[in-house]
T-cell receptor, first 109, second 113 residues
Framework: RKEVEQDPGPFNVPEGATVAFNCTYS??????FFWYRQDCRKEPKLLMS???SGNEDGRFTAQLNRASQYISLLIRDSKLSDSATYLC??????????FGQGTTLQVKP | GEEVAQTPKHLVRGEGQKAKLYCAPI?????VFWYQQVLKNEFKFLIS????????ETGMPKERFSAKCLPNSPCSLEIQATKLEDSAVYFC???????????FGPGTRLTVT
């Protein structure tokens, strides 16, 4: 079983749609949680950190459920520029990052 | 510098040849992390350094792979006797603290033929 699991997609949605990604992780001792974005196998870039209280950044909302070891990302009003691979990432106590396999999003006009 | 720099951008090696990749962390960052991304977006942690000391090497293959971070020099990742399955993009990231955001370099694409 992978340490961080995501549905690889692809998710094909029209502009303006709302799309949700989910992720589960296996190590209950994991310290911190993130969503990264990767474009065309360039370097991953931090999209947002994820907290149990939930957090929002513009059109993006992330949520962590520690009890069920589940992380989510909601994107509202999708834009063409949101097309990318979204990586669910968990940080261990040593600082190393464990990546999910990524979910591909394609937003169509 | 203000960005993590990685060289070269692309590296092509025949099977059995040596490959050496370089990473210059952001100035003032004490931690350096190496990750390998193979096809299908599979990222794998390899090794981390705190300054010139190995901090966590739990992801490093036992054979053929080695890494160093020496004072006043870029960090390096070396693969002896490359194999086809070593073909991947190798990303380096740096961070000022162990549990702080990691800033990624643009990666080195290694192709083993």
């Amino acid at each position: 079983r992978k340490e961080v699991e995501q549905d690889p997609g692809p998710f094909n949605v029209p502009e303006g749609a709302t799309v949700a990604f989910n992720c589960t992780y296996s190590n209950s001792a994991s310290q911190s949680f993130f969503w990264y974005r990767q474009d065309c196998r360039k370097e991953p870039k931090l999209l947002m950190s994820v907290y149990s209280s939930g957090n929002e950044d513009g059109r993006f909302t992330a949520q962590l459920n520690r009890a069920s070891q589940y992380i989510s990302l909601l994107i509202r009003d999708s834009k063409l520029s949101d097309s990318a691979t979204y990586l669910c990432v968990v940080r261990e106590y040593t600082g190393k990052l464990i990546f999910g396999q990524g979910t591909t999003l394609q937003v169509k006009p | 510098g203000e960005e993590v720099a990685q060289t070269p951008k692309h590296l092509v090696r025949g099977e059995g040849q040596k490959a050496k990749l370089y990473c210059a962390p952001i100035k003032g960052h004490s931690y350096v992390f190496w990750y390998q991304q193979v096809l299908k977006n599979e990222f794998k942690f390899l090794i981390s350094f705190q300054n010139e000391n190995v901090f966590d090497e739990t992801g490093m293959p036992k054979e053929r792979f080695s890494a160093k971070c020496l004072p006043n020099s870029p960090c390096s990742l070396e693969i002896q006797a490359t194999k086809l399955e070593d073909s991947a993009v190798y990303f380096c990231a740096s961070s000022p603290y162990q549990s702080y955001e990691q800033y990624f370099g643009p990666g080195t694409r290694l192709t083993v033929t």
